[in-house]
């Protein structure tokens, strides 16, 4: 066992505080790993506020997390020493399970094990990347290609793959037309990647604000939510919308911009539920979807794709000491676009 520096919420109101906390011996299948960066999640902030449920405080948060392997079990195949290595939202599940056997742990039906608040498979609770170093079962860490920004790999694990696994799975390509709902850290990925894959991106944001960046992230239209005429001139336009917006929006306005069988997928995660007319269903024959980061092969598969196009998050570097006012800052839509904590600094 090793005492490791990190960073955690005491409670549901009071501000992350600097602390040590313990991680497990390498085991034969383990890797440990030096943590370099970690960034920050909106899941991150719903998480140590308690807009989910219960939290066993005090809880190290953080699920996007890069670092270099400093130490191997004996097994280990996948990962040798000083491989720059990354860990998102899972680091475990139970490998028996359809969905496990199906290549999608992430569903695990018996519970994808989270990279924090978790109890793990040896009855511990999971503590996050917010921390100097962290142990994970080798077939749980992911290989980051040396041509990703370093400093800048690390919002992949979580906002890159999120917004890549519906991306993908609903076909976003040339020829269709899909909206980005919320133009955050998933979002701005979700612009990106869209826009990769060959697809005719439209942002859908609060306000024109962030329009520039938008254009320079790829999209081919941006679009304020705060104006009526957005909704009346984009009904019945879209094949596919993502929303990534992490508090309620109006579903049926929404969803009224989809065409003939477009699909609105949900990755954003309010803590209330959201009502939504059925009737709004019928019309255009569209679909209502969520969607849940991604399995462990697609996530390398993301890592590879935004390797070949060149894509990385555009990031504020940050030290621990800003965490606090980084998640202020991410609670008023003020991020540009992913905030990543230094954890050297938790030295
Ligand atoms: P974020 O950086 O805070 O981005 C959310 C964006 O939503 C904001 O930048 C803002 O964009 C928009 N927004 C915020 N409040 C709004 C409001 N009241 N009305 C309308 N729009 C609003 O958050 P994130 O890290 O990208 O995460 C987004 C959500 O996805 C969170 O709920 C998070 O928990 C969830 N999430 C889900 C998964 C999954 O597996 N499904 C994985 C990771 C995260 P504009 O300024 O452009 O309007
Ligand atoms: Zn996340």
Redesign the pocket.
């Known amino acids: 066992m090793k005492n490791v520096k990190a960073y955690a919420a005491p409670s549901a109101t009071e501000p992350l505080i600097p602390t040590t906390i313990v991680r497990r011996d390498v085991g034969p299948k383990d890797v440990l790993i030096e943590i370099a960066y970690a960034g920050i999640?909106?899941?991150d902030i719903?998480t140590v506020r308690g807009d989910w449920g219960p939290v066993p405080y005090p809880l190290t948060v953080g699920h996007e997390i890069v670092g270099v392997v400093t130490e191997i079990g004996s097994d280990v195949t996948l990962h040798q020493l000083g491989d720059r290595v990354g860990v998102g939202c899972m680091v475990n599940s139970c490998r028996e399970c359809a969905n496990c056997l199906a290549g999608a742990e992430q569903y695990c039906l018996n519970g994808n094990t989270g990279t924090y608040g978790i109890v793990d498979r040896d009855g511990t609770i999971t503590q996050g990347g917010y921390s100097t170093h962290i142990v994970v079962t080798e077939d749980f860490v992911l290989h980051v290609p040396e041509s990703i920004p370093y400093e800048a790999a690390a919002p992949l694990l979580?906002?890159g793959i999120?917004t890549y696994s519906p991306l993908a799975h609903w076909n976003a390509g040339p020829g269709k037309k899909i909206a980005v709902v919320?133009?955050?850290?998933?979002?701005h990925m979700a612009v990106k990647i869209a826009h990769a894959m060959g697809a005719e991106v439209t942002v859908l944001?609060?306000t024109l604000s962030?329009k520039d960046d938008g254009l320079r992230f790829g999209a081919d239209h941006y679009y304020a939510t705060s104006d009526p005429a957005t909704f009346e001139n984009l009904a019945n336009t879209f094949d596919l919308i993502v929303n990534?917006?992490?508090?309620p929006?109006d579903l049926d306005a929404h969803l009224a911009l989809l065409a003939l069988d477009g699909t609105m997928v949900n990755?954003?995660?309010?803590a209330e539920p959201l009502p939504l007319h059925i009737f709004t269903l019928f019309g255009n024959r569209r679909s209502f979807a969520g969607?849940?980061?991604g399995s462990i092969r697609e996530t390398q598969e993301m890592l590879v794709f935004c390797a070949k196009h060149g894509i990385a998050p555009d990031i504020e570097l940050i030290s621990a000491d800003a965490i606090n006012d980084a998640y202020e800052r991410?609670l008023k839509?003020d991020?540009r676009y992913r905030f990543v904590i230094v954890t050297t600094t938790f030295a």
């Open positions: 999640c909106h899941s719903h979580c906002a999120t919320g133009m955050g850290g998933l979002g944001s609060q962030k990534t917006v992490s508090a929006i990755v954003g995660a309010p969607s849940g980061i991410v839509s991020v």
